[in-house]
């Protein structure tokens, strides 16, 4: 099955501070996206990012799909960026499918 | 501007009671529609996915079931619940393309005693 790990398990900022986040996957994937689950648990969107660098906000996803990884930088953190962010993948032959990783806690604090 | 509801919120219920979780769509035809699962501290893992009305694939087996009776409408059910079917249901919809953006819904939370 796909194999989807995510480093570190948690980290600890202070808000201003960067932060770099990892996922390594077992397989080719044909996307690669990255979410926000906030404490509460509800699940927002943040990058979808197979391949190359992407930008969006604050947020820098690279993909380097030959290596099967890619990290989430944050700049600049915000308290309100505290929460979970999860990586997934799908899996070639389907893209109605995600294989979620167990995601990295993110604390930012003042 | 496109909705996505889901019911109920939360739930306590007794092993071996039936189960129906709900999700709505509103404001887009004809979505790929999806649900998920997170026991407590655990990893998010897709169960269900729906392409069109009628039609839903299983992706993982937990003794869960789901149908989609309408063009915006999801349903999650079992007639027995299980103690390990307790933690939080999200379902999801999405343009029927690989490139679509995933939208959530606010989750319902479940506790099977």
């Known amino acids: 099955g796909q194999q989807v790990q995510q480093s570190p398990a948690s980290l600890v900022l202070q808000e201003g501070e960067n932060a770099e986040l990892q996922c390594n996957f077992s397989?080719?994937?044909?996307?690669l996206q990255w979410f926000y689950q906030s404490p509460g648990g509800s699940l927002v969107s943040l990058l979808s990012?197979?391949?190359g660098t992407k930008h969006t906000g604050r947020l820098t996803s690279t993909t380097v799909t030959k290596e099967r990884r890619s990290s989430l930088h944050i700049s600049s953190s915000q308290t309100t960026d505290s929460g979970t962010y999860l990586c997934?993948?799908?899996?070639?032959?389907?893209?109605?499918?995600?294989?979620f990783g167990s995601g990295t806690k993110l604390t930012v604090e003042p | 501007a496109q909705t996505i509801h889901q019911w109920p919120v939360a739930e306590i219920k007794a092993v071996g009671s039936p189960l129906s979780l709900g999700c709505t769509i509103k404001?887009?035809?004809?979505?790929?529609l999806y649900w998920y699962w997170q026991a407590t501290g655990g990893t998010l893992q897709q169960l269900f996915y729906?392409?069109?009305?009628?039609?839903v694939e299983s992706v993982v087996q937990l003794n869960l079931s789901a149908s989609r009776p309408k063009d915006d409408q999801f349903i999650l059910s079992t007639e027995k619940l299980l103690l390990s079917h307790s933690g939080f249901y999200l379902c999801?919809?999405?343009?029927?393309?690989?490139?679509?953006?995933?939208?959530f819904g606010e989750g319902s939370k479940l506790t099977v005693l």
């Open positions: 404001g887009k035809s004809s979505p790929n």
């Open positions: 999801a919809w999405r343009t029927g393309s690989n490139t679509g953006q995933l939208y």
């Open positions: 990012n197979p391949s």
């Open positions: 997934a993948i799908d899996p070639m032959s389907n893209y109605n499918v995600l294989y």
């Open positions: 397989s080719t994937a044909t996307q």
């Open positions: 729906s392409i069109t009305v009628g039609q």
